[in-house]
């Protein structure tokens, strides 16, 4: 897996920092909006990326009638998850996730933007990777990136 090199290496070191963007895939998948959703409701209680990992591994199992079961698996309150995910509490932040998204130019998932710092506390990116790749494919743009910067 690469994402767990990527974090051991880059992200718990503080070299980069890592942001996630909901792209929900309704077109692929017609619950993938709700599936977003239950994700951040998991991460109301600190299981964001458990749930997040349990979703993407079961993408067979995403009904609106499955989800809580997820959140029982994972030990969570599931009357509460139920209660976050019915009050539709994070649709405007997967709405605003989704619309940036295709403002940036998304069109696939995984898709990530590597950037630098820029004056205004935002970033400007540099290069935007679509579809998984290796971590030795990270690390070469990571690495270029990190040797060009001020320290």
């Not at 951040?40 to 600190?46: K, L, N, P, Q, S």
């Not at 993407?56 to 989800?67: K, N």
Request: overall charge neutral.
């Amino acid at each position: 897996m690469t994402m767990p090199q990527i974090e051991e290496a880059y992200i718990k070191t503080g070299l980069v920092k890592y942001v996630v963007r909901d792209f929900p895939l309704e077109q692929i998948h017609h619950d993938a909006f709700k599936a977003a959703e239950a994700a951040h409701c998991a991460g109301d209680r600190g299981a964001f990326w458990p749930m997040h990992a349990r979703l993407f591994a079961r993408q067979t199992d995403l009904t609106l009638d499955e989800l809580p079961g997820h959140a029982q698996m994972l030990g969570l309150d599931v009357a509460a998850f139920r209660q976050c995910l019915e009050s539709g509490k994070h649709t405007v932040r997967v709405h605003r996730d989704l619309a940036e998204g295709i403002r940036a130019g998304v069109n696939s998932t995984p898709s990530f933007f590597i950037g630098v710092p820029a004056a205004d506390q935002k970033m400007r990116v540099v290069r935007m990777v679509r579809g998984a790749q290796s971590f030795d494919a990270f690390k070469e743009i990571i690495d270029g990136l990190l040797a060009r910067s001020p320290s």
